[in-house]
């Protein structure tokens, strides 16, 4: 089993910046793959972007390229997803999720363990 935890989002003007985490647990693996997604109520879950757990390539929707930003600490468990330069339309619930295939997908399916949620709402 693998356990992802949350945190770090919150209210922020547009144009401000949050930095979000995921702390993984339980039984993980060097190829799987670190994703974020978000939904907005009424919205399907939206893939943000996605970090290979070993080697650290990353890849990012268009929607948030050049303003959000996928890292990992190794030694903490620990992904970030920093979010720069925030708009109303990034307001949602952030998810962090584990793909334990070595291919990447964009879709939310693919994805075998996720976290709880966290809420992020940029005010205009």
């Known amino acids: 089993q693998v356990q992802l935890v949350e945190s770090g989002g919150g209210l922020v003007q547009a144009g401000g910046s949050l930095r979000l985490s995921c702390v993984v647990s339980g039984r993980t693996f060097s190829s799987n793959i670190m994703g974020w997604f978000r939904q907005a109520p009424g919205k399907e879950r939206q893939f943000v972007g996605a970090?290979?757990?070993?080697?650290?390539?990353?890849y990012y929707a268009d929607s948030v390229k050049d303003r959000f930003t996928i890292s990992k600490d190794n030694a903490k468990n620990t992904v970030y997803l920093q979010m720069n330069n925030l708009k109303p339309e990034d307001t949602a619930v952030y998810y962090c999720a584990v793909d334990r295939s070595l291919s990447l997908s964009y879709l939310a399916g693919a994805y075998d363990y996720w976290g709880q949620g966290t809420q992020v709402t940029v005010s205009s």
């Open positions: 970090i290979r757990w070993s080697g650290g390539s990353t």
